[in-house]
């Protein structure tokens, strides 16, 4: 489906990104991951990927620093579909919540997608790329959540920013979409549920599915955006939260 393409992956290397670049590279994509870590520590997440594509790419690029970001994307030869997924959530009460803190979310959550997201959309612009910018968002950007004030804030951004993006880039053949996952079982909401049982228990009453959802069914989610399938699509917020934003209750 996606043979013939080239993804970059951003935090690729994470539970999200990598099962969002194997998927790619199983439907055909030649993948690119990005992430923080030194090449060493996320050999396995590049090791899951190469048994789709052998000629998987890893680079080490922080989001936030712009010349970092245009350098990687101009030693790219080709470039169609960018997954714009690095983030982070550090959960601190309002009341405590940090301008270092507030500053990091909005800096790798939306800055970083801004950055990635135009630096992309100029090259595709200028080798005629009818390309696709998919991003990560989150159910939480319209809904609050407890003590995550700044990635709350920093995903409605990243809502904005796709519309805004979609608007200005549709007449150039570019695509902008996102997905919006709810609670999933890895990174952050993963380590709580396992370790924290206040957290698990409040999850519970959330979702009216009863279940968090899984990295590999966010992927499928990006490979959809991806396709042939999403040509007529274009700003608009995929939602995969188990039914979290329907408000569940109590009966």
């Known amino acids: 489906m996606l043979t013939g393409k080239t993804a970059i992956v951003t ?26 870590l ?28 712009r010349a970092a970001v245009d ?15 690095a983030g982070i959530v550090d959960a601190q009460p309002f009341l405590e919540l ?4 507030w500053r990091n979310h909005l800096d790798i959550n939306l800055t970083g997608c801004f950055n990635v997201c135009q630096a992309a959309a100029r090259v595709m612009v200028a080798e005629g790329t009818a390309g696709r910018l998919i991003l990560t968002s989150s159910w939480v ?30 007449p150039l053949g570019i695509l902008v979409n996102a997905v ?22 409040r999850v519970a009453k959330a979702i009216p599915l009863g279940e968090p959802g899984t990295p590999e069914e966010i992927a499928a989610a990006v490979v959809y955006l991806a396709g042939p399938q999403t040509a007529y699509m274009t700003g608009s917020i995929l939602t995969l ?4 934003s ?6």
């Open 141 to 170: 950007a319209q809904i609050p959540w407890p003590e995550i004030t700044a990635y709350t804030v920093s995903k409605a951004g990243v809502n904005m920013l796709v519309k805004q993006m979609a608007r200005e880039l549709s």
């Open 241 to 244: 939260d188990g039914g979290c």
């Open 38 to 65: 030194p090449q060493a520590e996320a050999a396995a997440a590049i090791e899951r990927v190469r048994a789709h594509d052998p000629q998987v790419e890893y680079a080490e690029v922080d989001v936030r620093d």
């Open 71 to 85: 350098s990687a994307i101009a030693d790219l030869p080709q470039l169609d579909i960018v997954c714009s997924n």
């Open 180 to 201: 919006a996952p709810g609670i999933v079982k890895a990174g952050l909401a993963g380590r709580q549920l396992r370790e924290e049982p206040q957290y698990a228990a």
């Open 98 to 101: 940090s301008g270092e803190n």
């Open 11 to 36: 935090g690729g290397a994470g539970d999200l990104g990598s099962a969002m670049a194997r998927q790619l590279a199983a439907n055909g994509a030649h993948v690119v991951i990005w992430d923080i």
């Open 246 to 251: 329907l408000f569940q209750f109590d009966s």
